[in-house]
């Protein structure tokens, strides 16, 4: 689904033979182009013209107000566009520096074009395991200490970014230096699982797979709306919060967060669906002891493995609901040797499954289904 929109493109000529001023109407250039539809995902647009796409990210990062704007050209690059960053398409090769970036393109069945990445240790997909281990895909360093000589040796068409702070801009700059062409994939901004996973349009387009990706998003929707809909009528909604402390401080996903919208589409109730936080915030233990001692269903407790390791932790937690009566679930029922886990990698482009999973732990009666990303805590 698409609608029509006009862009403007100026085109001032200067005559010697003209005495006046006047710009005439032919001195204006109409180009038509297409705006292409994204639904839930906030962060990024698309907009085709007859030669080239103009990608734009208008929310990269938390606070950031900067419009990164990307330039897919299949001949000429267009005129104009003078801080915007030109990509030729459809791209052979591409760097990778975050694991969410891999599950977008194995989804579009492009697992070949990666020849170097970030985090190698940690992959989940097998496919590029065997490519790693058959040094198809080399190891390029974390964000902060990158391999740049190998980025320049091997010389990827593209370089999957992505943002978190001001030092972001400062890597982003010393690869374009390099003659490197580098976008970011914002994906992790989104508050809604549906708009991190439409993302996959915006990788698409670099490869020249729109209407894959667009096909692909819509099953995933299709999906995910129907079985968010077999839960909306069930009114009995059991309370859940979700974390545990990491070094001292407990990170609470907002009410507004991708997070609290599954739980709310998962038939739950989150006991800070009314913060109006679109990431995590920070919450004083005290405070998480007091409200959720009572509360039906504990999830999403890091690394931890077991109810002793838990109660480890804290004694207090021991007074739990959730814990007396065993209702402790955890999202790393996929996590590899090294400790990467496939819930961030190929979760980010399937909502529908981890959906899947959270309403087979609320809701055990509506769905036959094995968890997949999740598992309960012995």
């Not at 694991?99 to 492009?110: E, G, S």
């Not at 374009?176 to 994906?187: C, F, P, R």
């Not at 932790?313 to 996929?334: A, G, P």
Request: proline letters at 2%.
């Amino acid at each position: 689904m698409k609608y029509l929109s006009l862009s403007l493109l100026l085109m001032i000529f200067f005559f010697s033979c003209k005495n006046d001023k006047t710009i005439d109407k032919e001195d204006f250039v109409v180009e038509e182009s297409v705006q292409d539809y994204v639904k839930y995902a906030k962060g990024f647009s698309i907009e085709t013209f007859s030669d080239y796409k103009v990608l734009t990210i208008s929310n990269a990062w938390k606070g950031e107000k900067t419009i990164f704007q990307y330039i897919l050209y299949r001949n000429e690059k267009p005129l104009g566009f003078e801080d915007a960053v030109f990509v030729k398409t459809p791209i052979k090769t591409i760097a990778c520096l975050s694991l969410t970036h891999l599950a977008f393109i194995d989804k579009l069945n492009q697992n070949k074009s990666i020849i170097a990445l970030s985090g190698c240790d940690y992959v989940s997909n097998l496919e590029i395991i065997n490519r790693i281990k058959t040094d198809k895909i080399k190891e390029i360093g974390k964000e902060q200490q990158l391999n740049y000589e190998m980025l320049i040796d091997n010389k990827p068409d593209l370089i999957m970014a992505y943002g978190i702070d001001e030092s972001s801009k400062k890597n982003l700059t010393k690869m374009k230096e390099l003659g490197l062409s580098v976008v970011l994939n914002a994906e992790y901004m989104e508050n809604h699982p549906l708009g991190q996973a439409e993302w996959i349009k915006f990788v698409a387009a670099f490869y020249e797979l729109d209407s894959e990706g667009d096909s692909i998003f819509s099953l995933i929707e299709k999906e995910y709306l129907e079985l968010k809909k077999q839960v909306a009528k069930i009114e009995s909604k059991p309370s859940v919060f979700l974390g545990m402390p990491w070094n001292g401080v407990w990170y609470m996903a907002g009410g507004e967060s991708f997070q609290a919208q599954l739980l709310r589409d998962a038939g739950a109730n989150y006991l800070w669906a009314n913060n109006e936080e679109k990431s995590n915030f920070t919450i004083d233990k005290e405070v998480i002891i007091d409200r959720a001692i009572d509360a039906d269903y504990w999830i999403n407790l890091n690394s931890y493995t077991t109810i002793n390791e838990v109660v480890a932790c804290d004694t207090k937690f021991s007074k739990f609901k959730s814990v007396k009566k065993n209702q402790l679930f955890n999202n790393n029922k996929r996590l590899n040797i090294s400790g990467g886990n496939d819930y961030w990698e190929s979760g980010i482009v399937n909502p529908q499954i981890v959906l899947k999973d959270l309403i087979t732990i609320f809701h055990p009666e509506v769905l036959n289904h094995e968890l997949f990303y999740y598992k309960k805590l012995d």
